[in-house]
């Protein structure tokens, strides 16, 4: 019969098939006690099988696997957070027209180190141009609407005189059109008389005159205002020529009044009838009601003289369209100015020209066409890499980042975490969470290489450690006692070890720091690979 050291090693599926040849030896007799005893009897061989060969889980000294002695020692240990991702430029553009037109210029190539704001592309911008004058001349239209409108809400005087008549009161509603008032100018009178042909050949404009009023005979000086160069027929059929004569009016003479004068030794031929200076019906510019009349007949007015004041709802409501017209025209100006910068692009960023895609020449379509050039800023790479929410509160910005590309073997280039993003993804119940790494000197990587990264949480120098392997469920590890050991390191007494709990630090993933429970130059028990998972049923985690 096999030896117990024998039978222990057998796996659980041999174990079962033992038991099972074992059932069909066993001879059963017909008597009914005898069957009982030896259902007994077997009962208990089979009891001890199974507590020899089939349990899953026991005591240390009893259906071990296959382990390896280690000894506890202090190693440099590097605990760090893994992931991968994709390495990008730290800023990068594509240059898209926000305009149609022709190319003029497109002073650059792909490969050229691009400062921002330098000129990239200039396209023809004669269409925006003329946009631009058509704008402003809608908006000088609108302001003078606007200004007019404001300005004729006032009536007022275009010259000076005496209000003879006032021809509307408070609350009247007016129109364009409708009279206000009526202003004469008496203060300087005119009288056109005729003079003999041969007699105003030797008469000119601003010779002395003296003019007689009709009636009471009072003479006046005045001044020759203008000589008329065509004959008339006279009275009598004499040729006559007209002479206007200007006077200053004493302060009683009308339209009524007529006189007669001499010119030197030269009389006139005929009377005439004083004109006045001025006579006018001014009338309304705008629509709207009388809001005040600051003048009565008789008030001595101005040139701008205020006559009346218009207002109402009417009034306000055509200022009040005129002020949009007027906003609208400044807004319809700006945009255009606005379409006028975008025929000139410039380099939104720093960086290198990656890709250029048209030149000078071409036509664009703003809808049609796609990027015209591709700008990376290479000053810099960065990395995007998912944190899991379990890994969140290890990693904080400044932390150094170790990270390597199977496109160059053997390097490994430094980087530094930038930031840790709290916008976080969920799926199937696992959130993670994306933090930005950047890669200053970053020597053969290019835009768009795969890495991996590690990020440095922490490193202890000479921490006690064990390999992880070693730790059981419940952070027990399995240490042998005295005679557990043969001589070759395998286990040669099961029954001579023991479960001990530890306390454990951070870790490596192949190694991990025990800070309780083991002391330097201890030893523990490593599951060979393939018996992970029955160590840790034997330990009872």
């Given at each position: 019969?096999?030896t117990?050291?024998?039978?222990t ?40 099988i ?17 382990y390896?002695?280690d ?22 553009y ?18 050229d ?12 911008a004669?269409?925006?141009e ?17 200004g ?6 006032t009536?007022r ?12 009161q ?9 009279p ?18 041969a007699?105003a ?8 005159a ?16 203008s ?36 010119i ?11 004109e ?17 009349v ?25 200022l ?8 609208s ?7 255009a100015?606005?379409?006028?910068e ?5 380099a ?29 800023d290479l ?72 890495v ?13 450690s ?12 399995l240490v ?18 023991e479960?001990?709990a ?8 192949t ?11 201890d ?9 992970r ?9």
């Amino acid at each position: 019969m096999e030896t117990m050291q024998e039978m222990t090693q057998e796996t659980p599926r041999e174990a079962k098939k033992r038991f099972s040849a074992l059932k069909r030896r066993l001879r059963l007799p017909k008597d009914r006690k005898k069957r009982v005893r030896l259902g007994i009897l077997a009962a208990v061989l089979i009891l001890g099988i199974y507590w020899l060969f089939l349990r899953p889980s026991g005591d240390a000294g009893s259906g071990m696997g296959a382990y390896a002695a280690d000894t506890v020692q202090r190693r440099d240990l590097t605990t760090a957070v893994s992931g991968t991702g994709t390495v990008t430029p730290i800023e990068s553009y594509m240059l898209k027209p926000l305009v149609t037109g022709e190319i003029l210029e497109a002073p650059f190539e792909v490969g050229d180190q691009v400062e921002k704001g330098a000129l990239l592309y200039r396209l023809d911008a004669k269409d925006a141009e003329m946009g631009i004058q058509q704008a402003e001349l809608t908006l000088r239209q609108a302001r003078k609407n606007y200004g007019d409108l404001a300005a004729n809400l006032t009536v007022r005087a275009s010259a000076s005189g005496v209000v003879q008549e006032v021809l509307v009161q408070k609350g009247d509603q007016v129109v364009p059109g409708t009279p206000i008032a009526e202003i004469a100018d008496t203060s300087t009178l005119t009288v056109t008389l005729p003079f003999h042909s041969a007699d105003a050949a030797r008469i000119s404009a601003g010779q002395s005159a003296q003019v007689t009023v009709s009636g009471t005979m009072e003479t006046l000086p005045g001044v020759v205002q203008s000589v008329s160069s065509a004959d008339l027929v006279g009275a009598g059929g004499a040729l006559v020529r007209q002479v206007k004569i200007r006077i200053t009016n004493p302060g009683a003479l009308t339209a009524a009044n007529s006189a007669t004068a001499e010119i030197g030794d030269i009389a006139c031929a005929g009377d005439g009838r004083f004109e006045e200076n001025l006579r006018q019906t001014v009338t309304a510019l705008a629509s709207g009601e009388v809001a005040s009349v600051p003048v009565t007949a008789g008030s001595r007015v101005s040139a701008g003289s205020a006559l009346a004041v218009l207002g109402g709802s009417a009034a306000e409501s055509g200022l009040e369209d005129l002020a949009i017209a007027v906003e609208s025209a400044e807004l319809s100006l700006q945009r255009a100015q606005d379409a006028l910068e975008n025929y000139v692009i410039t380099a939104p960023i720093s960086g290198t020209v990656i890709e250029k895609n048209v030149k000078a020449g071409d036509n664009v379509n703003n809808v049609e066409v796609g990027a015209l050039a591709v700008i990376y800023d290479l000053s810099c790479l960065k990395l995007e890499m998912n944190i899991s929410e379990l890994n969140l509160n290890q990693i904080q910005p400044g932390q150094r980042v170790e990270i390597t590309a199977d496109a160059l073997p053997g390097q490994v280039f430094a980087g530094t975490v930038d930031r840790v993003s709290i916008n976080g993804t969920t799926t199937n119940g696992f959130t993670t969470y994306p933090a930005t790494i950047l890669l200053e000197d970053y020597g053969g990587l290019n835009p768009g290489m795969n890495v991996s990264a590690d990020i440095i949480v922490q490193q202890t120098q000479g921490a006690l450690s064990i390999p992880a392997q070693a730790v059981q469920r419940g952070d027990t590890v399995l240490v042998p006692l005295d005679g557990a050991l043969a001589p070759d390191g395998s286990i040669a007494d099961p029954s001579k070890t023991e479960e001990r709990a530890v306390t454990l630090g951070g870790g490596d993933g192949t190694y991990v720091e025990i800070t309780s429970g083991l002391e330097e130059g201890d030893t523990v028990l490593v599951p060979l690979a393939g018996d992970r998972m029955g160590a840790a049923g034997l330990t009872g985690g």
